[in-house]
């Protein structure tokens, strides 16, 4: 399977840790994105990758988040200083890099923090 | 605000009906529309797309209607499955100048095929 894939895809920490997410988006996808959905609610644009190039961030990544792309390839989404509000899903997506185009999403990392 | 918006949380359908899902938006901006299937504890899975130069895309059972003057776009699963029944949330974006399209999305519409 050469799909998004995101590890790991849960975890459970408590509040003040810090916590790191991996995501390996399909092989020739030049972007990279990452989204949050809490319950009952669509996922929320975070952040987007061009090859390595952090290109847009929301509001909703405050100073705690910080996402990286160092080689064009894989993605890390590290939370420093994790609070209650942090738990929820956090998606990984991918698109081939050519104007309006599909997002291909992994299984997503379900974080919990106590 | 809320750009998008699915304004019903569920949909109950007999199999082999006809489902009719419905997705409004506010941003004129907005090209290009994408409906996502979503199961518990899964990502999302692409079902079918629609570009604003278009009124209408088929794939198999799923057709996307899009209404540009409404604002207002929907999906059809003729005929619905058991299988069908998730989650569906609309999503919207447009191509940012320096490229990327962030998606938008609706808060979704759960449906439910009773066989």
């Known amino acids: 399977d050469t799909g998004v894939s995101q590890d790991p895809r849960h975890k459970i920490t408590k509040r003040g840790q810090n916590v790191t997410f991996r995501c390996d988006p399909i092989s020739e996808h030049n972007r990279l994105y990452w989204y949050r959905q809490t319950l009952g609610q669509g996922p929320e644009f975070l952040t987007y990758f061009q090859n390595e190039a952090q290109l847009e961030k929301s509001r909703l990544l405050s100073d705690r988040f910080s996402a990286e792309r160092p080689k064009g390839s894989f993605s890390t989404l590290e939370i420093q200083r994790t609070e209650q509000g942090d738990s929820a899903m956090y998606l990984c997506?991918?698109?081939?890099?050519?104007?309006?185009?599909?997002?291909?999403f992994g299984p997503g990392t379900r974080l919990l923090v106590l | 605000d809320q750009q998008v918006k699915q304004n019903s949380p569920s949909l109950s359908v007999q199999e082999g009906r006809i489902s009719i899902l419905n997705c409004d938006y506010t941003n004129s901006m907005f090209d290009y529309f994408l409906w996502y299937k979503k199961y518990p504890a899964e990502g999302p899975t692409f079902l079918i797309s629609i570009s604003s130069i278009k009124d209408k895309n088929e794939d198999g059972r799923f057709t996307v209607f899009l209404n540009k003057s409404a604002k207002h776009l929907s999906l059809h699963i003729v005929p619905s499955q058991p299988g069908d029944s998730a989650v569906y949330f609309c999503a919207a974006s447009w191509v940012r100048d320096f490229g990327g399209n962030k998606l938008v999305f609706g808060a979704g519409t759960i449906l439910r095929v009773k066989s």
């Open positions: 997506a991918s698109s081939l890099g050519v104007g309006q185009e599909t997002q291909y």
